[in-house]
């Protein structure tokens, strides 16, 4: 059973009262993954919502057969699988827009995503707690992923003379 302290140190729950933390534990259940073990793939349905207790997982957009680009680490105390989040409000058949593979044994918490978002639309106030720290990590990962992207741009050997001059 996955207790009230795990939840708690997960950074989109953390401002989580006792209370609410309790009606989401019947939602969620323990997983354990394997060193290279998918957790999901691109694609696949959106069903569940993921939260890292141990190990780290890479979001990968798969570019080809050959080819993977790894797009994010998650830690211990992140999130992940966001796309579940909008499913039934932006898309009622949200697919996972990333693979998320596990880089090391590692223990996570999925909570079903179809009794999570009627809890929230039930529960304003745990609707918008959710939403606000989720859209912390957003921006933060945006910021991020901008950034990457800039770096990108001026190592590449045709955009290094415009930018130079």
Same mark, same amino acid.
């Given at each position: 059973?996955?207790?009230?302290?795990?939840?708690?140190?997960?950074? $989109?729950?953390?401002?989580?009262?006792?209370?609410?933390?309790?009606?989401?534990?019947?939602?969620?259940?323990?997983?354990?993954?394997?060193?290279?073990?998918?957790?999901?793939?691109?694609?696949?349905?959106?069903?569940?919502?993921?939260?890292?207790?141990?190990?780290?997982?890479?979001?990968? +957009?798969?570019?080809?057969?050959?080819?993977?680009?790894?797009?994010?680490?998650?830690?211990?105390?992140?999130?992940?699988?966001?796309?579940?989040?909008?499913?039934?409000?932006?898309?009622?058949?949200?697919?996972?827009?990333?693979?998320? $593979?596990?880089?090391?044994?590692?223990?996570?918490?999925?909570?079903?995503?179809?009794?999570?978002?009627?809890?929230?639309?039930?529960?304003?106030?745990?609707?918008?707690? $959710?939403?606000?720290?989720?859209?912390?990590?957003?921006? +933060?990962?945006?910021?991020?992923?901008?950034?990457?992207?800039?770096?990108?741009?001026?190592?590449?050997?045709?955009?290094?003379?415009?930018?130079?001059?």
């Amino acid at each position: 059973m996955i207790s009230k302290d795990e939840l708690h140190r997960m950074v $989109i729950l953390r401002e989580f009262t006792d209370e609410m933390l309790e009606r989401i534990i019947p939602l969620a259940e323990r997983l354990i993954f394997d060193e290279r073990e998918a957790v999901f793939r691109q694609g696949d349905s959106a069903d569940l919502f993921y939260l890292l207790l141990k190990g780290k997982v890479l979001l990968e +957009q798969r570019l080809s057969d050959k080819m993977t680009v790894s797009m994010d680490a998650i830690k211990p105390g992140y999130s992940f699988g966001w796309s579940s989040i909008v499913r039934g409000v932006l898309d009622p058949y949200s697919r996972y827009t990333s693979d998320a $593979i596990c880089v090391e044994p590692s223990e996570v918490i999925a909570v079903k995503a179809e009794e999570l978002h009627d809890m929230l639309e039930a529960d304003h106030t745990m609707g918008f707690v $959710i939403n606000r720290n989720l859209n912390r990590v957003i921006k +933060q990962r945006l910021v991020y992923r901008t950034e990457q992207f800039v770096r990108i741009i001026k190592r590449h050997p045709d955009m290094e003379s415009l930018i130079t001059g």
